[in-house]
């Protein structure tokens, strides 16, 4: 025991002992500095971590979704309200015309997608052909906005005499052709009726001239007037 106590292997055996009694020491105080001087560990400590969804924040965000659905609703309801009313009031309008609830709706759809007035959508139908999808001028022009077939297969090939009997491919054919006169005369519609019922190259040419093309017809479309003579 005594010749332990004095060999060279007692003391390597203390040295490790220390040494292992102090590394976690050491390891931890390395750790710790680190985390002082790193600026990646600084940059993560300050980055803010998720709020906690409380109970107040759902019901926040539950409040905001409710009032979109209502302000959604409202506009709807406003809208098919106003549909309802222009409606009724062009049905009333030309009562002696006895419109069908469905041609009215028809009318006042297909306007509104072509981006044309709902009045004057009315108008240009009772002028041309009263309502009446079966109406054929003498010249050949067909249906209730009395399209030429020549013109309807201009507009959209292919479209036949027998398409114009549709009262549904009629009505987006005439009012579309008008929508883009309109916008051919910088949004001047009585031009554009014009141009619709005399042909654009017609009033053009009378323009260029220093003409008035005027004929009545804007009159009879937008404000009711009889025909002149």
Known sequence: MQRFRQSPLRHGMLALGVAGAAA???MHRYQTNIQRTDPSHERVS??????????RTVSRVWRA??????VASRSAA????ERDQKIQENIQKYSSYDIPRDLAEQIYDIAKEANIDVDMAFGLVRTESAFKNSATSHVGAMGLTQLMPRTAAWLQPGTTKSDLRDSKTNLELGFHYLRDLIDKYDGD??????AYNRGPGTVDRVLQKGGNPDNGYPDMVLRGATPRH
């Not at 406003?78 to 309200?81: K, T, W």
């Not at 519609?189 to 014009?194: F, I, K, N, V, W």
Request: aromatic share 0%; charged share 20%.
């Open 46 to 55: 300050l980055i803010p971590g998720p709020k906690p969804v409380t109970e």
């Open 78 to 81: 406003d809208a098919q309200a």
């Open 189 to 194: 519609q009585e031009l554009a009726l014009l």
């Open 24 to 26: 976690p020491i050491a």
């Open 65 to 70: 979704a409710d009032a979109q659905r209502t």
